[in-house]
């Protein structure tokens, strides 16, 4: 009896907190449009890297002859590399239990993307981080979100493999969708929290076993190339596997490819690895400070010169 009333102890609680991170992220989405970003430092706003970089005339390489090598060429090309390798992700997940081959197509497919946009990136700060899974530890990677090749950038730099938390929405892109729900990624479910149990309780398990997790704390990518305000429950999962948490910021991605276009404006990237923060000993009580302190640090690694 006492057993199952822990369990369902344990699974309430992880309703709860699921409802609770989508009751925020209703809240946080409309205001993503208008937050005006602020200085770790100071009140005063801070210039985003890509106006910084449109003020030293950047954009002026990215015109008409750019748009048609995106267009004609290069976005043609990632479709192709996509529904090819997607069908055969997905012939491979029938005997692929353990993720594996099918993140090992995923990597492929990032490769040849990356080769495609003419985009190298740069790995700068604490790259001993980057050895989750190699050394047997896990972690949770907090990576900021500012466009749809993020995630191409993601599994050719992090040399191991990797679940990802995505939103159940991206279930209905082809090939993509397919690719996440039988790779073995964690799902979150905004309409039905009930759904998400499974997921979370699985990707907590998975965790604790070291399979290193990789999560957008914004929710979703920027609209204006600034840091956008964190869900609160984001670092559920890192407090309850008691993992370090790695921030990452992806810089030039915004520029590379925002949201509302096919233009892809090839130019350097750069990956910057930050030092990991302990959630040793920590609880929920403690997941406010938890975020707030990953925001500095994403913070701290985005806006630097």
């Given at each position: 009896?006492?057993?199952?009333?822990?369990?369902?102890?344990?699974?309430?609680?992880?309703?709860?907190?699921?409802?609770?991170?989508?009751?925020?992220?209703?809240?946080?989405?409309?205001?993503?449009?208008?937050?005006?970003?602020?200085?770790?430092?100071?009140?005063?706003?801070?210039?985003?890297?890509?106006?910084?970089?449109?003020?030293?005339?950047?954009?002026?390489?990215?015109?008409?002859?750019?748009?048609?090598?995106?267009?004609?060429?290069?976005?043609?090309?990632?479709?192709?590399?996509?529904?090819?390798?997607?069908?055969?992700?997905?012939?491979?997940?029938?005997?692929?239990?353990?993720?594996?081959?099918?993140?090992?197509?995923?990597?492929?497919?990032?490769?040849?993307?990356?080769?495609?946009?003419?985009?190298?990136?740069?790995?700068?700060?604490?790259?001993?981080?980057?050895?989750?899974?190699?050394?047997?530890?896990?972690?949770?990677?907090?990576?900021?979100?500012?466009?749809?090749?993020?995630?191409?950038?993601?599994?050719?730099?992090?040399?191991?493999?990797?679940?990802?938390?995505?939103?159940?929405?991206?279930?209905?892109?082809?090939?993509?969708?397919?690719?996440?729900?039988?790779?073995?990624?964690?799902?979150?479910?905004?309409?039905?929290?009930?759904?998400?149990?499974?997921?979370?309780?699985?990707?907590?398990?998975?965790?604790?076993?070291?399979?290193?997790?990789?999560?957008?704390?914004?929710?979703?990518?920027?609209?204006?190339?600034?840091?956008?305000?964190?869900?609160?429950?984001?670092?559920?999962?890192?407090?309850?596997?008691q993992v370090d948490i790695v921030p990452v910021a992806l810089v030039g991605t915004?520029?590379?490819?925002?949201?509302?276009?096919?233009?892809?404006?090839?130019?350097?990237?750069?990956?910057?690895?930050?030092?990991?923060?302990?959630?040793?000993?920590?609880?929920?009580?403690?997941?406010?400070?938890?975020?707030?302190?990953?925001?500095?640090?994403?913070?701290?690694?985005?806006?630097?010169?």
């Amino acid at each position: 009896m006492a057993e199952r009333l822990e369990a369902w102890d344990s699974e309430r609680v992880l309703s709860e907190r699921v409802l609770k991170v989508n009751k925020i992220d209703t809240i946080v989405e409309p205001e993503k449009g208008s937050a005006e970003l602020r200085s770790p430092a100071s009140d005063r706003a801070v210039p985003t890297w890509h106006a910084k970089r449109a003020d030293a005339g950047w954009e002026k390489r990215h015109g008409w002859l750019s748009a048609l090598r995106s267009y004609l060429i290069i976005d043609p090309l990632i479709w192709a590399y996509t529904i090819f390798l997607g069908t055969i992700s997905l012939i491979a997940s029938l005997f692929d239990r353990n993720g594996r081959i099918q993140h090992d197509l995923a990597r492929f497919w990032s490769w040849l993307v990356m080769k495609t946009i003419f985009s190298p990136v740069t790995v700068t700060g604490n790259s001993s981080a980057l050895t989750a899974g190699v050394d047997g530890k896990a972690r949770v990677f907090a990576v900021t979100h500012a466009s749809a090749l993020d995630i191409p950038i993601l599994y050719v730099y992090l040399p191991f493999q990797f679940r990802i938390v995505f939103k159940s929405e991206l279930l209905s892109y082809p090939f993509v969708g397919w690719h996440l729900k039988r790779s073995g990624q964690v799902c979150i479910n905004q309409q039905n929290t009930s759904a998400s149990i499974g997921a979370i309780k699985s990707s907590l398990k998975s965790l604790r076993h070291g399979m290193p997790l990789v999560i957008f704390p914004e929710g979703g990518r920027t609209r204006d190339g600034q840091i956008q305000p964190f869900l609160p429950g984001a670092f559920f999962l890192a407090i309850k596997a008691q993992v370090d948490i790695v921030p990452v910021a992806l810089v030039g991605t915004f520029e590379l490819l925002p949201m509302n276009t096919y233009h892809i404006k090839c130019r350097p990237l750069e990956m910057r690895v930050g030092e990991p923060i302990s959630t040793a000993g920590m609880t929920m009580r403690d997941l406010e400070a938890v975020s707030a302190k990953v925001r500095k640090e994403l913070e701290r690694l985005y806006y630097q010169e």
